[in-house]
């Protein structure tokens, strides 16, 4: 079975995403920042960290499966513009930036 780490599990997407996963019997890991590890779904590996961090540690839990880019500002609106550009667009970006060249098959979403 595939592994999947998942930046953004404690949220809506990514904690019904981790649900049907864990349910499918993948092994799925969940990026979670300090405080919010009671809202990691049942089965799911923790892995502290935030959204910034989570592509650098993709190639180490991973070698090379699976990533799902869901991390972002929770119930995004124009108040909270400056928040988008600092959480959701910079951790895109991070995550869209280039591969090492030890790290195989990520599969980004």
């Known amino acids: 079975m595939p592994n999947l780490f998942i930046a953004g599990v404690?949220?809506?997407?990514?904690?019904?995403?981790?649900?049907?996963?864990?349910?499918g019997r993948h092994t799925v890991s969940g990026l979670v920042r300090e405080g919010s590890e009671n809202r990691l779904p049942q089965g799911c590996r923790p892995v502290p960290g935030n959204a910034w961090t989570?592509?650098?540690?993709?190639?180490?839990?991973?070698?090379g499966d699976a990533y799902a880019q869901l991390a972002g500002v929770r119930r995004p609106r124009p108040a909270k513009a400056q928040q988008f550009r600092e959480?959701?667009?910079k951790s895109c970006q991070e995550s869209?930036?280039?591969p090492s060249p030890t790290t195989s098959n990520t599969l980004f979403m």
Not at 10 to 22: D, F, K, N, P, Y
Not at 54 to 63: C, F, G
């Open 10 to 23: 404690t949220g809506h997407r990514g904690s019904r995403l981790a649900e049907e996963l864990i349910w």
């Open 54 to 63: 989570a592509p650098r540690l993709v190639e180490r839990l991973l070698a």
């Open 87 to 89: 959480i959701d667009l």
């Open 96 to 98: 869209l930036a280039p």
